[in-house]
Every structure is written in C-alpha cells, then in structure tokens.
C-alpha cells in the first residue's frame, strides 16, 4: 500500500522504545481518507475469505474497523478494557499485556454478540509482539467462532507478533510492515 506508506514516512515519529507514533492520522487526529484506503485494502485481500463480523479491542482499532466493516457489511464488536456496569455480565475475557503501558489488562466482549457460526476478521493498528492479537483470538476461540484472519495496519517486523501468528498459520495481513535502521529512518520489509 504505497499511499500508507508515504504517509507513515512523511508524518510518523519513532519514539524511544521501538515505538512509532501516528497520531496525526492513525491513532489521535484521524485522516479518514486514509482509513479509506485502509478498509478497501483489507475488503480487497480478505476478499476470498468469509467475514461476518470485524473483531478489533478499544480503542484505536474502532476507527479502523468501522470503516472497514462498510466494506464487508458485518457488524464491529470492539473488546472493552474497562469494566462497566451497563455491560453484559455474561462475557468472554481474556488477557493482554501492553506494549506501549507496560502493563496488563484483560479484554472482554459480551457473549450476545458473537457465537459458533461467526466468521470473524480481527483488525489492529499495530502488531508489536502479538499479545493484543493472541488475546482477541482467544475471544474468537472461546466463542467457538472461526478466525477468517487478522488485518493489521502496521506491522513492526523487528518484533516477534508477526512471527507467532504465522507461525500458528494464521492468514494475517499487514499492510506495511516497518523497521527502524540505526538512523531512525523507517523502512519497509
Ligand atoms: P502487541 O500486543 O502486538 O505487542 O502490540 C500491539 C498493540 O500495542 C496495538 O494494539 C497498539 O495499540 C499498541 N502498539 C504497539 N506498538 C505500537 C507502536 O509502535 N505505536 C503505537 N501507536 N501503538 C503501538
């Protein structure tokens, strides 16, 4: 996707600890023309694979699903991090450690809305080790609900979730996968 990635190059930032930052149109600010161009992306590569509902974890995942769940017509069911007491308390959890917190959190989503029939695409802005990833497959698993396959805006190839998901023969899509030379420049794999 060469329209994301002059945009990552023209406005990303690498911070301290292998981060990337991309809040002035990914993950703060957004730029839903690029989301635009995100959603028809992944419709385009997980065209050959059955999708009835987008599965991504709050929040920056939510903007990226929504847009596109448009393409694919299916319904975003987005994993919580908080507990609240408006929410269903029959509900799938699981456990995921943050890379940019350092720390752990459990997700959850309510048992209503996904099932054994479903045929879920899991959507993320960025891959780092994998854990948020693995912890929404656990949902999907728990359901009983099958993994169509996982989209990723960003995949850092220096780090090794892109590694484990494929390893597990996960069909997983990363629309550009980055690395860091000694320079801070960001390049592509
Ligand atoms: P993982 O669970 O794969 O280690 O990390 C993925 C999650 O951490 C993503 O949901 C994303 O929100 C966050 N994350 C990991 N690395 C980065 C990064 O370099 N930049 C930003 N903005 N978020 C990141």
Redesign the pocket.
């Known amino acids: 996707m060469e329209y994301l990635k002059q945009r990552i190059l023209k406005d990303g930032v690498i911070k301290e600890g292998?981060?990337?930052?991309?809040d002035s149109f990914l993950?703060h600010q957004i730029d839903v023309e690029v989301l635009n161009e995100i959603g028809k992306e992944f419709k385009k590569r997980f065209s050959d694979r059955k999708v009835t509902k987008i599965l991504t974890?709050e929040s920056?995942?939510i903007a990226i699903a929504v847009i596109a769940a448009q393409y694919f017509n299916v319904p975003v069911l987005f994993a919580k991090k908080t507990e609240s007491s408006n929410m269903d308390k029959n509900t799938y959890e699981s456990e995921?450690y943050?890379?940019?917190k350092a720390k752990k959190y459990k997700i959850r989503i309510s048992r209503n809305y996904i099932n054994k029939e479903d045929k879920i695409l899991v959507i993320?802005?960025?891959?780092?080790?994998?854990?948020?990833?693995l912890g929404l497959i656990n949902l999907v698993e728990a359901a009983g609900a099958e993994l169509s396959g996982i989209g990723i805006v960003i995949e850092?190839s220096f780090q090794d979730?892109g590694k484990k998901l494929r390893k597990k023969g996960i069909n997983l899509h990363s629309l550009a996968e980055v690395e860091f030379d000694n320079e801070n420049n960001i390049l592509f794999k």
């Open positions: 292998g981060i990337l930052k991309v993950n974890v920056s995942g995921v943050s890379y940019t993320d802005d960025f891959l780092a080790n994998g854990s948020a990833a850092k979730g």
